[in-house]
């Protein structure tokens, strides 16, 4: 089978170690590919990598512009010749259905087109200004940061990486890259396609191997100027304190649990719907998940019995055959989550379908758990407070507005949040009460690459996507010119 490799300094290597780790199909608990289990000496050698062609050989950073945006139109085509194999790909490797991995990779394509374009708009400011020292032109212009160190998880594997990768390179920085060990394939792929277009020498690396010793490496490194990560919260904060060695900037998009408010006056079965996308599209598996589900007391009886009856009536199977929900990504997060499921019984949470794994027919072996909906749950409950990262929601009914937004915002998080009623003005006073980056009203769930994405509280730290996204990745410097050439007679002697 497959031995795939690391991508440094423009040639495929194997790992020092020569040890290589399993990646499994979640949906058959088989072996699908081997990756060579990098360490410590791996990723230096990425960095020493990026840094020679960021800072000596400085190809892709001297690039102008316009090529630049060529070669990523370039990678946008060959990554849309390669839509199906990709698509297959992130199915196989993380258990989701084809159809959102079709669409995770459409969105993929189209990131690197929007980046592309940002390259050549107009950047920067010019300021008038007057110092005490005459007439001043002070104006400013964006460079990149240096060297990036980017860090992904496996819930949405080649979109999150090109989330990172189409606004760092359009920028102009190199790169040392680590994908999740579960999920590294299509991003493989994608180097792959980098490789193929000539991206130059170092500028582009991939790193395979555990966060442990490959990501904290490259968030530790005093040659790395930047890193960004996507991941838990607590992986974030050691990234955050291994990044203080050299101050690096830093962007963290971190976890959530987020609420959705479904008010007494709302479409119920338009809310009912989004709820479920809210809760168990992608196996749940989504940082944004308003899993989290206030529901007033006029409706709550109708809304409840509407989404146990639609999720009972999921199909589950292997991603390849299109179901309405697949396997989650392991073995582990399976253990996980079925772990949150028997705290919710045990803390008096009212099961009201699902609650266990699935093994019928092809999903014998397979890391399959039912979709899973809790009723009557409180604030103290554990399933309310943590991220499950799983199919289960729960629902928690209440009774006045007030209630709501203070139930909404008992959190650590606050990366998104949705509201469901006619009101317009109770919509907009409701989103501009909850603390969190990204509101959805009377939808849940959508994004794009033209808005920023991200979080407040302990979800994180910067914004992806949208011009914000390749701002991240720029540094500005400030440029002062002097209108008037002569002694300005400051110092009269
Ligand atoms: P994770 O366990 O935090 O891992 C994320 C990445 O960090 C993986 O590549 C992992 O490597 C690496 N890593 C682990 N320990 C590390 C360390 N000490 N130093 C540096 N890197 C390290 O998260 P996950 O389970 O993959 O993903 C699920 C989490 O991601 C959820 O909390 C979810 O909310 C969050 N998420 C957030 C967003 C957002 O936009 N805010 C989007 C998607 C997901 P290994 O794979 O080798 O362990």
Redesign the pocket.
């Known amino acids: 089978m497959d031995l795939k490799l690391n991508y440094i300094g423009g040639k495929w290597v194997e790992a020092e170690s020569g040890e290589k780790r399993e990646v499994i199909n979640p949906a058959t608990g088989e072996v699908l590919a081997y990756t060579t289990e990098s360490g410590e000496s791996d990723t230096l050698k990425a960095i020493s990598a990026a840094k020679k062609s960021f800072y000596e050989t400085r190809e892709w950073r001297d690039t102008d512009g316009q090529t630049r945006a060529d070669v990523m139109l370039k990678i946008a085509d060959l990554m849309d010749r390669s839509r199906e194999e990709l698509a297959r790909l992130d199915t196989l490797d993380n258990g989701k259905p084809l159809r959102e991995s079709e669409g995770d990779i459409d969105d993929a394509i189209h990131c690197f087109r929007y980046y592309a374009g940002l390259i050549t708009a107009p950047s920067g400011h010019t300021y008038e200004v007057n110092a005490g020292f005459g007439p001043m032109h002070s104006y400013t212009i964006s460079e990149p940061v240096g060297v990036v160190g980017q860090?992904?998880?496996?819930?949405?594997p080649l979109l999150?990486s090109a989330w990172k990768l189409a606004p760092a390179i359009a920028a102009g920085n190199s790169i040392v890259f680590?994908?999740?060990?579960?999920c590294p394939l299509s991003t493989i792929r994608l180097f792959e396609i980098f490789d193929e277009v000539g991206m130059p020498e170092g500028s582009v690396n991939i790193v395979l191997?555990?966060?442990?010793s490959?990501?904290?490496t490259?968030?530790a490194s005093k040659d790395v100027d930047m890193v960004t990560?996507?991941?838990?919260?607590?992986?974030?904060q050691?990234?955050m304190a291994?990044a203080v060695g050299n101050l690096k900037k830093i962007g963290l998009?971190?976890?959530?649990k987020s609420p959705n408010i479904v008010f007494d006056d709302c479409d119920i079965d338009g809310a009912v719907e989004w709820a479920m996308i809210g809760t168990f599209f992608n196996q749940g598996?989504?940082?944004?998940a308003c899993a989290r589900i206030y529901v007033q007391e006029g409706i709550h009886k109708e809304f409840v019995e509407k989404l146990v009856k639609k999720a009972s009536a999921m199909t589950i199977g292997n991603g390849l055959n299109n179901p309405d929900i697949g396997p989650v990504v392991s073995e582990s997060q399976m253990k996980k989550v079925l772990g949150y499921i028997e705290k919710g019984k045990e803390e008096g949470a009212e099961l009201l379908c699902g609650g266990k794994r699935y093994t019928e027919g092809e999903c014998e072996k397979g890391f399959f758990i039912m979709p899973t909906v809790f009723d009557n749950c409180s604030q103290d409950m554990t399933i309310v407070k943590e991220?499950i990262?799983g199919p289960v929601c729960a629902v928690v009914p209440f009774k006045t507005e007030e209630e709501a937004v203070k139930m909404a915002n008992d959190t650590e998080y606050g990366?998104a949040g949705a509201v469901f009623t006619k009101d317009g003005a109770k919509a907009l006073r409701v989103m501009k009460e909850i603390r969190a980056g990204i509101m959805w009203i009377n939808c849940c769930q959508p994004t794009f690459n033209q808005a920023p994405?991200?979080?407040y509280k302990m979800?994180?730290i910067g914004r992806?996507l949208s011009v914000n996204g390749i701002e991240e990745y720029r540094e500005i410097k400030q440029v002062n010119i002097a209108l008037d050439t002569g002694a300005i007679g400051w110092y009269e002697n």
Do not use: R
Request: proline share 4%; net charge negative; with cysteine.
């Open positions: 860090i992904t998880p496996w819930n949405y999150m680590k994908p999740s060990s579960n191997g555990s966060g442990g490959v990501g904290h490259i968030a990560f996507t991941g838990s919260t607590k992986v974030g050691s990234i291994d998009e971190l976890g959530g598996q989504v940082c944004s991220e990262f990366l994405w991200g979080g979800s994180g992806e």
